[in-house]
Antibody, heavy 121, light 110 residues
Framework: EVQLLESGGGWVQPGGSLRLSCAAS????????MNWVRQAPGKGLEWVSG????????YYGDSVKGRFTISRDNSKNTLYLQMNSLRAEDTALYYC??????????????WGQGTLVSVSS | QSALTQPASVSGSPGQSITISCTGT?????????VSWYQQHPGKAPKLMIY???NRPSGVPNRFSGSKSGNTASLTISGLQAEDEADYYC??????????FGGGTKLTVL
């Protein structure tokens, strides 16, 4: 059974940093693109970032490019999101999502339950 | 990258059919057959309902179907049931090697 368990969320002041983790199990982690998707309170879904199975290719949405860094450790079956220069508008529930295939384009077959990030002074 | 355009809300009675549209451009929806649809109930994680425009994952009822014409993709739910009441989002691959969601549609079953 595929399981994705996010952690690392919390409260941080504007300009601060936070690192999210997503522990994966139940599938060959290194074979799939992994993603972060966020949802601000009462708002819609926003794709944040994706990373290839090897970690050699990374992809970012315009709103986080240059501030967030996605990475993975295939030996630990864990996905990360390093978030720097955080802003109030980054406040959201952050989901880890497994792509359907080895490529970015196919959609997300599995989602975690999310970890909440709150940015405020 | 601007969000894809979805109607804010749609509604239908049990047993009826509804269609939710998702409009983009030739750089996303129109340019690739990589549109997927997600159902989200309040307080829950999204669930994949359709991938690659018209494919249904195992376990998704065949009441759910997807299609695309030009720059607009559509999700149709036939034989509406009370449990279909949820928010629905489309997602498309883009020419910039990114992904973009629609703004979401709230489905109300009357």
């Amino acid at each position: 059974e595929v399981q994705l368990l996010e952690s690392g969320g919390g409260w941080v002041q504007p300009g601060g940093s936070l690192r999210l983790s997503c522990a994966a199990s139940g599938f060959t982690f290194s074979s799939f693109v992994m993603n972060w998707v966020r949802q601000a309170p009462g708002k819609g879904l926003e794709w944040v970032s994706g990373i290839s199975g090897s970690g050699g290719s990374t992809y970012y949405g315009d709103s986080v490019k240059g501030r967030f860094t996605i990475s993975r450790d295939n030996s630990k079956n864990t996905l990360y999101l390093q978030m720097n220069s955080l802003r109030a508008e980054d406040t959201a529930l952050y989901y880890c999502a497994k792509s359907l295939t080895t490529r970015l384009r196919g959609g997300f077959g599995y989602w975690g339950q999310g970890t909440l990030v709150s940015v405020s002074s | 990258q601007s969000a894809l355009t979805q109607p804010a809300s749609v509604s239908g009675s049990p047993g009826q059919s509804i269609t939710i549209s998702c409009t983009g451009t030739s750089s996303d929806v129109g340019g690739y057959n990589y549109v997927s649809w997600y159902q989200q109930h309040p307080g829950k994680a999204p669930k994949l309902m359709i991938y690659e425009v018209s494919n249904r994952p195992s376990g998704v009822p065949n009441r759910f179907s997807g299609s695309k014409s030009g720059n607009t993709a559509s999700l149709t739910i036939s034989g509406l049931q009370a449990e279909d009441e949820a928010d629905y989002y489309c997602l498309s691959y883009t020419s910039s090697s990114t992904l973009v969601f629609g703004g979401g549609t709230k489905l109300t079953v009357l």
